[in-house]
């Protein structure tokens, strides 16, 4: 279990660093719509999404068997009006959000890693299962990201 522990930590800590190097420093990229993502918003979501998935993975720590509530990530990005963000500001709060989700995931004990929480859509989850959700959801993410910017060069 260690050795798995250990490489979703590793894989975690992946994403920050090669959205840094891929959109940091970067003043071409504008935020395009609430219904249509760009970087800016791709970010901004990635963020909101290590935040709302340490919520739970805190939830399942200190509840028993907790419910872990579905959200739309769709009304969040009207509601939190992605699209008027900067990206070096979307960016540096996904760095921060994800540093937070690191810190709280290497102190774990490796019992609390199967701890789990219940969903509507997913049943039972537990922090392993999280994590490597979030591990999805960076390389789904990256990927839009990388195809955004390679239309881009190519316009």
Known sequence: MIDSVNELIDELNKA?????????????IEP????????????A???????????RMH???TKHVPYLKDWDPVEAARQKDYSS???????????DQRGDTLVL??????????????????????I???AGDLIDH????????DEYLANRSVS
Do not use: C
């Not at 395009?32 to 970010?43: R, Y």
């Not at 963000?85 to 760095?95: A, I, N, P, R, T």
């Not at 960076?138 to 990201?145: F, H, M």
């Open 16 to 28: 920050p660093e090669i959205l840094k190097e891929k959109l940091g420093g970067r003043d071409d």
């Open 32 to 43: 395009q719509s609430p219904e249509d993502w760009g970087p800016v918003e791709i970010v």
């Open 45 to 55: 979501h990635m963020a909101e999404t290590e935040r709302i998935q340490r919520n």
């Open 59 to 61: 939830e399942i720590l």
């Open 85 to 95: 963000m900067s990206m070096q500001g979307v960016l540096d709060e996904f760095v």
């Open 105 to 126: 995931l290497v102190n774990l004990a490796l019992k609390d890693w199967d701890r789990t929480g219940m969903s509507d859509t997913l049943g039972e989850v537990s």
């Open 128 to 130: 392993e299962d999280i």
């Open 138 to 145: 960076d390389q789904q993410y990256l990927k839009q990201i």
